[in-house]
């Protein structure tokens, strides 16, 4: 899962006031009211300047009282009510402006920023279009309409858009920043780094560009530079919170972080931005032991992600007679989104509050255990927790790592990824589950067919892992097992290798750790359905290391391709020997760089072993809790009645 400081640069910049005659016709309007509402206008505009909103808002409601046609008053109005954070009153009186003057280009943009931030950017892109067509050299309304066209996912358009505003203003910092997350989104990083670098150049302490340039680096496997980026972004912006977050997610891709440097770094973030935001709450839930439980879930990723793939079971197959499932939805909605919208008892849309709204919703709604479902990943609201809004607060599965966080209480996985041992280095309490992660796939997978090697004898590896968790030591592994194996090849495939400069870039790793060109495959950005087929031109799955497979991984095996897999010293490292340790299959994990080589070769010395695990690998793989999504829910859910329990026996309950 990427994680990088991707926040668009909108622009809500306060237009000219625009002056508007009053209508001469309404005769039944008095001269005097017409003065009168040109006086409270004024006195409106006087405090609006001074940041008196409040003021502002009653001036222009009294000009409107005695002069209902007086476009600039509902415009006004639209301005101070919108700064008051009143996003429906705003709306309504930009409204009122249009119906009155259908031609005023700056009540359409004004309208447009308003519906962004209520969320509906269809809705949005209307007001903006129609700004243009009215005024078409209007640079912020092609601003604002890339940023919302990025949102529906209409990329290609959202950078014709920035390129427009390019072409009226081309020193725009912000619009190279906000073209260079696009450009990224579509897997042009190298466009990406060109537009970052431009926004760099005229504005040098633009930190968020910094810290996106540094996303950029990642994806292409460069995780030191990319440590650098975000560091000298918080130099910069000390309180530039997603770039902090980027940093521990991108040391979790360092070779040279240990358990001691992330939890440490974990505690910074924690001191810097979370323990501050503590609160005592006193939590009036029923103090009941077995009743009927309310669980939250919090997460960006209710929808077609990699995430969902991995606790979507938890919002479908849950125990309705003992648990509701309530989930806190954050992002574009789909089919996934859908599928779980229609399974859970309550939802909320969450994308458009504040962190304090939230809190208050979740303390209405008295959830008892509040669930992260994405940790240091994109659009987390690990804020929230920080001001403990349920009894019990545990972070699980989107992303398989501590917080580092005081407020945040539990923290699931199983024994392999934190032994005992390496229990020093979490904040959470650790729970130990039967496998640290299930499975929730919606789609049938493709037939599984014999095993490629069986045709001509020779090993076809693989791995479809993002190209970030690649790192130096593993092209130096990977080369050696393809010198070593005759007429073997590796297959790549990830979504950035539809772009031939990072095929290259790819190409150059490997030679440079002695690796020759020619045993390497490259595919790129397929079909999910498409995506899982290749892997019939595989025979074993090579992982990453220090960040393993996870869902990639899953789907993989799944497909009936084993994988060897390195058991790193760090959480992340430890994802796919906790999955083959689960799946009985612990001889296909290796301790050290020079026993993967060994492992991969003597796998792949065995034809017939392989082909028979390839053909039971599926069967082993669902028979297992893994694989079961019903028998993983119900595994959490003991974990859940145990953590209220014990949180009633504290409250002194008697069960």
């Not at 858009?161 to 190279?176: G, Q, S, W």
């Not at 939890?263 to 006193?282: C, G, M, S, T, V």
């Amino acid at each position: 899962m990427f994680n990088w400081f991707k926040k668009i640069a909108s622009f809500t910049n306060q237009v000219s006031e625009t002056k508007v005659a009053a209508n001469q016709g309404d005769d039944y309007i008095s001269q005097l009211e017409i003065s009168e509402s040109e006086n409270f206008k004024d006195q409106g505009n006087i405090y609006l300047n001074n940041g008196q909103l409040n003021e502002a808002a009653a001036c222009f409601r009294q000009a409107i009282a005695r002069n209902p046609n007086y476009v600039e008053a509902h415009y006004n109005l639209g301005l101070a009510l919108k700064d008051i954070g009143q996003l429906n009153g705003a709306r309504d009186s930009y409204r009122c402006a249009l119906k009155i003057k259908p031609d005023f280009a700056d009540a359409h943009y004004k309208l447009g920023n308003v519906l962004n931030e209520l969320g509906q950017f269809d809705e949005t892109v209307k007001c903006y279009r129609k700004a243009l067509e009215i005024k078409p050299d209007y640079l912020y309304a092609y601003v604002n309409l890339g940023n919302a066209l990025k949102e529906l996912g209409q990329l290609n358009d959202a950078v014709a858009n920035y390129h427009r505003a390019l072409e009226i203003k081309p020193d725009f910092a912000e619009v190279h920043y906000n073209m260079g997350i696009v450009q990224y989104d579509l897997g042009r990083l190298d466009d990406a780094v060109i537009s970052f670098r431009r926004a760099l150049e005229l504005k040098p302490d633009y930190a968020e560009a910094i810290s996106n340039l540094g996303g950029v680096l990642r994806g292409f496997g460069q995780t030191d530079e990319a440590v650098a980026s975000y560091r000298r972004a918080l130099l910069l912006k000390p309180g530039l919170e997603n770039a902090h977050g980027n940093l521990l997610f991108t040391l979790d891709l360092s070779a040279s972080a240990d358990m001691e440097e992330l939890h440490e770094e974990r505690k910074k973030w924690d001191a810097a931005y979370a323990a501050p935001l503590w609160q005592n709450q006193i939590h009036t839930n029923d103090p009941t032991a077995i009743r009927r439980l309310r669980i939250g879930y919090v997460s960006a990723d209710f929808k077609d992600h990699s995430a969902a793939r991995v606790f979507g079971g938890m919002l479908i197959r849950y125990d309705r007679s003992q648990f509701e499932a309530y989930s806190n939805h954050k992002g574009k909605d789909d089919m996934f989104t859908e599928l779980f919208r229609q399974n859970v008892t309550v939802w909320r849309n969450i994308a458009n509050l504040s962190d304090e709204a939230v809190v208050k919703v979740i303390l209405e709604d008295r959830i008892d255990i509040l669930v992260d479902l994405s940790g240091h990943t994109t659009g987390n609201r690990l804020l929230v927790f920080a001001r403990k809004p349920a009894p019990i607060q545990i972070t699980a599965w989107g992303y398989a790592t501590g917080t580092g966080m005081r407020a945040m209480d539990v923290f699931f996985t199983d024994p392999v990824m934190v032994p005992s041992q390496d229990k020093q280095y979490f904040t959470e309490e650790i729970q130990y589950l039967p496998s640290v992660v299930g499975s929730f796939f919606t789609h049938h997978f493709p037939d599984i067919n014999e095993l490629p090697a069986l045709a001509d004898g020779n090993i076809t590896f693989g791995s479809f892992n993002r190209l970030a968790k690649v790192s130096k030591i593993t092209y130096r592994a990977w080369s050696e097992v393809l010198l070593a194996i005759p007429r073997s090849r590796l297959i790549l495939k990830a979504p950035e290798l539809s772009d031939p400069t990072i095929q290259k870039l790819v190409i150059s790793n490997f030679v440079k750790e002695g690796g020759i060109a020619e045993q390497i495959i490259m595919l790129g950005r397929t079909p999910w359905y498409e995506h899982m087929h290749a892997y019939n031109q595989v025979d074993i799955a090579l992982d990453p290391f220090p960040h393993g497979g996870g869902v990639t991984a899953l789907e993989g095996l799944m497909m009936g391709v084993p994988m060897i897999t390195l058991r790193w010293p760090t959480v992340v490292g430890r994802l796919s020997a906790s999955i083959m340790t689960t799946l009985g299959l612990p001889d296909w994990i290796a301790e050290t760089p020079e026993q993967y080589v060994q492992l991969a070769i003597q796998k792949a010395s065995d034809l017939q072993s392989l082909a028979a695990l390839r053909q039971r690998l599926r069967d082993i793989f669902t028979s297992s809790v893994i694989g079961d999504p019903a028998a993983y829910a119900k595994a959490v859910e003991k974990k859940y009645r145990q953590l209220w329990q014990e949180w009633c026996a504290r409250r002194n309950c008697t069960f």
